[in-house]
């Protein structure tokens, strides 16, 4: 797991995304020891936009993007300037000293991350969610607040588990997956679905 300390010649970071989502972002950036928070958006808004500061990479840089496809496509883009991505933790969050978190993952307030788990690039662990011991979350998904995912749980690329969602042990969900709220899943779920209900069920190929 990255070192999250920040020195004094890092005070600084950019947030790209200027959503509600970002706001939170933001929160956990200076609960992390960041003193100047820059957004960065490319909408039509008041804020910088990446052209703007791309030239400009000794400040390090996180992601307040809450959709994975489009935090996948920025990430790389940032990535190809070489920028430094981090890691946001939230302080609150208990986290196992022998869990692997890559590069770009944003964790909240309240997250449990349990031993062995891996934690991939780009995801997002939102508010309260628990991730049980050896759980492998890959590249840019979202799980969403008060999320439980027993042991042994494999969720797969751009992958989005909605708020309150429960996984039982041993299951797997799917690459490009999304999940409503309040389900919870007793059976492995395919790629490429739309998926709800208690108990979850397939509704819709997303293919």
Same mark, same amino acid.
């Given at each position: ?83 430094? @991505?981090? &890691?946001? #933790? ?7 000293? =022998?869990?692997? %978190?890559?590069? /770009?993952? *944003? !964790? ?54 909605? @708020?309150? &969602?429960? #996984? ?7 690459? =490009?997956?999304? %999940?409503?709220? /309040?389900? *919870? !899943? ?22």
């Amino acid at each position: 797991m990255q070192n999250l300390k920040v020195n004094n010649q890092m005070k600084s970071i950019y947030i790209y995304g200027a959503s509600g989502h970002g706001l939170v972002v933001a929160d956990i950036a200076k609960a992390c020891g960041y003193e100047k928070i820059i957004f960065i958006d490319d909408g039509e808004n008041q804020y910088l936009t990446f052209e703007e500061i791309k030239s400009n990479n000794k400040i390090s840089i996180a992601f307040g993007i809450g959709d994975n496809k489009i935090r996948h496509k920025l990430f790389y883009k940032v990535e190809k300037f070489e920028f430094n @991505i981090v &890691s946001l #933790i939230h302080p609150s969050a208990a986290i196992s000293p =022998n869990v692997r %978190i890559d590069t /770009g993952t *944003v !964790i909240m307030p309240k997250v449990v991350v349990n031993s062995n788990s891996k934690i991939g690039k780009g995801v997002i662990l939102n508010s309260a969610c628990i991730i049980e011991h050896e759980n492998e979350i890959k590249d840019f998904v979202h799980i969403s607040p008060g999320v439980s995912l027993g042991g042994d749980v494999l969720i797969n690329e751009y992958t989005h588990i909605g @708020i309150g &969602s429960s #996984i039982i042990q041993g299951l797997s969900v799917g690459e =490009n997956c999304i %999940i409503g709220a /309040g389900s *919870v !899943i007793v059976n492995e779920i395919g790629n490429n679905k739309l998926a709800y209900g208690n108990p979850c069920k397939e509704i819709k190929d997303l293919s």
